[in-house]
């Protein structure tokens, strides 16, 4: 093991995976800091990591259940018997031909992920915590230009130029810092000239940089955008050379004729948003030398494919496609495959624990992976035997959660649980353990090998990096990856003929030109600066079935959504008297996507900066109404849920709103219990109430939720 050295690795705080640098002095973390090879800066979360590695709390020991469901009671068991467990309850659902019946929660780290290749040759199903929050905006991309983004794929925004325009639309990358090089980069480009406008029904730290902050009403976001490109449009502001070239033939005629009375005056009262303020803001951007849009909770209302299809419309009229400073079409890393590789489920198949009255039109997508809810049904039915999750919390962070804790301590009229196997990997303690059969301990990023390439990378220009290990290991924790290598190599040895996960890895780098070693010279990142821009020019076109960018979505029409609908969620619509807040939650430091192991960090959760505690925050005009004061305790109640809590009353809410942190309440750990408020999640029923709407027309998993707040 190295020593009294900075030693280059991979931060894996957040998905970001920034290059580090860490001092390690007689084999423990001093120190960590940005590697000059990634620009050379780290975040506050990232230096929290040491606070993770050393936790008190670490799970150092495989666990297994010894009480009920929920309990929380686990006694200590060594790894041979955590694995036994694992490939006798497989075997079992092999021979009953049952392997659909097996799925992984994950958030993958690459393309080619150990774990990922485990469930595809076992015939398993992969549930990922990252369409739960992205599949609107996937679909719409790749339905528009064929590209696969996520929010993590952002602008490029060390390449904004002056003048370029950057808007978030209800993203909060400085507050929960999912990625630290966004922040910086955002703040680099209005250094340069560059103006930030926010889009958001409440004010948070990127509000206080922006330029510009226009509060809008929940799900407004397609009424707003239809609006800038009807001005856009009818007043020949639009890119016409890059539509002329680029759209398919036919398609600007028939936007022509959709957007006419889409007016900026008639999308106004749909997102409360003034139409001088749209028309100004359309003909900024029609000035502006680039313009891009960032988007993560805007896209998970109901209405989020109409979103997610305005949003893509504007891109293309903006001619902000691969640009620098516009919306980047990112390509994977062309890593080497492993042979023989397994084959993955048909698409189909992926959806196929989807329940309710439209189930049988998940073909019209090409993409869909479950959230929380569906994984409750899916027990319900039997279609879920055998669940194990990595990085993720279902029993807290997701809509549904109240159903899928319920799901878990389901039985039949034997006795024996309706899911026979849960499997939860972690590093510090986690809510959704308490409903584990067996709890394995996970290794930090400090501890463990890991090759990582993800699209996302794309903003720092880099293709790969290798996390090395430059300390110990914490008790008997194991990386989940070399666990699902073991299993492999027990259940489907076929697919895991290779020695061990560095020589996977090296296989893959290969495809590259690279090797573990190499990548360790390189300071553990490949950076070929193989970003570029106007790739569709080189390449000759777009890769969508025309090649060419395609506006109308032709596949949905005898669904009426060949266009986007400007309308609010169906959901907003519903008992708005009777509920007349709509709930809106933003993210936090301590918030780690699906992760769950910086809830139980104590550097996150001080008491100072307040994030032990969540309060309803509301609007001082509306608390006028109702007659309530700061602090005062209140009773927000949803259709399905009740909860009482103190307001924080403050102008940084749009009238209307009621907000609250996402994910919050943990009862697990000792720094996470310390805050057993109320999260979000709670009052927001499940993911499929409105199935009817939400399947073809929302995301996956969607927040509109509305509430009554009384005293
Ligand atoms: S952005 Fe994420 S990966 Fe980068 S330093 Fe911060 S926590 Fe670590």
Same mark, same amino acid.
């Given at each position: ?27 423990v ?7 000059p ?34 309990e929380?009671?686990?006694? @200590?068991?060594?790894?041979?018997e ?24 994950m ?22 915590g ?20 996520n ?45 930030l ?8 730290s990127?509000?206080?940089?922006a ?29 016409k ?22 007016t ?28 891009c ?15 997610g ?53 998940f ?11 569906y ?22 962070s ?98 895991f ?8 890895y090296?296989?893959?780098?290969a495809?590259?030109?690279m ?19 106007y790739?569709?020019?080189s ?25 986007p ?14 509920y ?24 996150? @959760? ?21 007659d ?28 209307g ?11 697990m ?43």
């Open positions: 093991m190295h020593e009294d050295k900075w030693i280059p690795t991979i931060c894996y705080q957040c998905k970001a995976e920034c290059a580090i640098l860490a001092r390690v002095e007689n084999g973390v001093k120190e960590v800091k940005g590697n090879l990634a620009k050379g800066k780290m975040c506050v979360k990232g230096m929290a990591g040491i606070t993770t590695l050393y936790s008190g709390e670490r799970l150092k020991y495989p666990l297994k259940r010894i009480g009920e469901r929920g929380g009671k686990f006694e @200590r068991i060594s790894w041979d955590a694995m036994d467990i694992m490939e006798k309850k497989l075997r079992e659902l092999r021979d009953r031909g049952e392997m659909h019946k097996f799925t992984y929660s958030f993958p780290h690459s393309s080619t992920d150990p774990k990922w290749r485990f469930v595809n040759a076992m015939g398993g199903f992969i549930t990922t990252l369409p739960h929050c992205d599949s609107a905006k996937i679909m719409a991309h790749l339905h528009t230009f064929g590209c696969f983004p929010h993590h794929i952002a602008p490029i925004y060390y390449s904004v130029p002056k003048g370029g325009i950057m808007i978030l639309a209800g993203r909060h990358p400085f507050g929960c810092l999912d990625d630290a090089s966004v922040a910086r980069d955002i703040l680099n480009a209005k250094e340069r000239g560059a103006k406008i926010v889009i958001d029904p409440i004010f948070r990127e509000a206080a940089k330029d510009w902050w226009i509060p809008i009403k929940p799900g407004g976001d397609a009424a707003f955008f239809l609006g800038m490109c009807n001005y856009l449009l009818t007043n020949d502001l639009y890119d050379n890059f539509c002329d070239k680029w759209v398919r033939e036919g398609d600007m005629d028939k936007l022509m004729e959709f957007i006419k009375d889409k900026p005056e008639a999308m106004s009262p749909i997102c409360e948003v003034p139409a001088q303020d749209i028309i100004k803001l359309a003909k900024m951007c029609a000035q502006a030398p680039s313009v849009v960032d988007a993560f909770k805007s896209i998970m209302y109901g209405n989020a494919m109409d979103w299809h305005a949003w893509s419309i504007f891109l293309v009229i903006t001619g902000n496609l691969d640009n620098p400073g516009g919306q980047p079409l990112p390509e994977i890393a062309p890593m080497a495959p492993v042979e023989p590789v397994p084959p993955a489920p048909s698409l189909h198949e992926l959806g196929y624990h989807r329940t309710g009255p439209n189930r049988d039109k073909d019209y997508y090409t993409f869909i992976l479950e959230p929380t809810w994984a409750a049904q899916a027990v319900k039915e039997g279609t879920l035997k055998v669940f194990f999750a990595s990085e993720c919390n279902p029993a807290l997701e809509m549904g959660s109240s159903v899928w804790r319920e799901a878990m301590t389901l039985k039949d009229k034997q006795g024996n649980y309706l899911l026979e196997l849960f499997v939860v990997t972690e590093i510090l303690p986690s809510e959704t353990m308490k409903w584990a059969d067996l709890v394995l301990p996970d290794q930090t990023n400090f501890e463990r090998w890991e090759l990582l390439y993800m699209p996302w990378w794309y903003t720092y220009a880099h293709t790969a990096a290798i996390c090395q290990p430059v300390v110990e290991p914490i008790g008997e924790s194991r990386h989940a990856n070399k666990v699902m290598i073991e299993l492999g190599k027990r259940l489907v040895p076929e697919y003929a290779f020695k061990d996960d560095l020589e996977y090296d296989t893959e780098l495809g590259v030109g090797s573990l070693q190499k990548m360790l010279d390189n300071g553990c990142v490949w950076s070929p600066r193989t970003a570029g821009f790739k569709y020019e390449a000759g076109k777009f890769n969508t079935p025309s090649g060419k960018v395609e506006l109308e979505w032709r596949m949905y029409k005898d669904l009426g959504q060949e266009w609908s400007p309308e609010l969620p169906v959901e907003f619509k519903r008992g708005e008297q009777e007349p807040f709509i709930l809106v939650n933003f993210r936090s430091t301590f918030l780690n996507n699906t992760g769950a192991w910086s809830h139980n960090n104590a550097q996150l @959760r001080d008491p100072i900066s307040g994030r032990d505690r969540n309060p309803l925050v509301l609007n001082p005009l509306d608390a006028k109404k109702l309530l004061v700061d602090g005062d305790l209140v009773t927000v109640t949803s259709k399905t849920a009740q909860v009482r809590i103190p307001v924080c009353l403050s102008e940084k809410i749009k009238p709103c009621a907000g609250l942190i996402h994910g919050f309440g943990q009862t750990g000792k720094i996470a219990s310390l805050g057993n408020w109320i999260g979000d999640n709670e009052l927001i029923a499940d993911a499929g109430s409105h199935l009817d709407e939400q399947d073809l027309r929302g995301g996956e998993a969607h927040v509109a939720t509305r509430v009554k707040v009384s005293k």
